[in-house]
């Protein structure tokens, strides 16, 4: 009767004992589930950014932008010497604004004569390349952002799906084509803007 009793009592001490070890493992899926939400803000976050940082890479920079060229009269290192800094003449294309350039860096070492295409702005800085590579530049901040709109796709159905259920095929495709398109955009960006720059 002992025997029978105490193994009774061992019995209930197990079923105790499994709703714990469940509830231990509830734990663990509500933690997951939170750091998959939070990775997925996260990623949203960083596309916006990114949106917010092609609209003044491109547009903005273009809507008081003059593109011209820049003839260069002499070139030497700056002051910490580890950039080539030039000096010379930037022409409107159209022929309406000429103005004296200091601290233009090209990016490489140059020769008296050599020309630059430029765009001075609003803020009388000058930047290296044509109108049209400062959309372009936007376009493939814009592409970056797209594939991190995809790469959130993925935490944030992790976290609020179901457990247990799989992600449905319309949201996998969803996010998968704006990663892979924004990186394949991102690319022909840099391509394009080689030519440009």
């Not at 509830?23 to 933690?31: D, E, Q, T």
């Not at 290192?77 to 233009?104: A, H, N, Q």
């Not at 970056?144 to 495709?173: C, D, H, K, Q, Y």
């Amino acid at each position: 009767m002992k025997t029978d009793a105490s193994g009774g009592q061992n019995l209930r001490k197990a079923g105790t004992g499994g709703p714990r070890i469940g509830f231990a493992a509830a734990k663990r899926g509500v933690g997951s589930r939170i750091g998959s939400g939070v990775l997925g803000i996260l990623a949203l976050l960083f596309a916006l950014i990114l949106v917010g940082s092609g609209y003044e890479e491109g547009p903005r920079k273009v809507s008081g932008g003059t593109q011209g060229t820049i003839t260069v009269e002499r070139c030497g290192m700056d002051i910490i010497g580890d950039d080539v800094e030039c000096s010379g003449t930037f022409r409107s294309d159209d022929g309406k604004l000429r103005s004296e350039v200091e601290d233009f860096e090209p990016g490489e070492d140059s020769t008296k004569g050599e020309k630059y295409q430029a765009v001075v702005d609003d803020t009388g800085y000058f930047r290296r390349g044509t109108i049209a590579s400062f959309y372009v530049e936007a376009v493939r901040f814009w592409c970056v952002a797209a594939a991190m709109f995809g790469v959130a796709v993925f935490p944030l159905s992790a976290a609020f799906r179901r457990e247990n259920r799989v992600m449905r095929r319309g949201t996998f495709i969803t996010g998968l084509s704006l990663l892979f398109g924004g990186l394949l955009g991102c690319g022909v960006c840099v391509l394009v803007n080689s030519v440009f720059m």
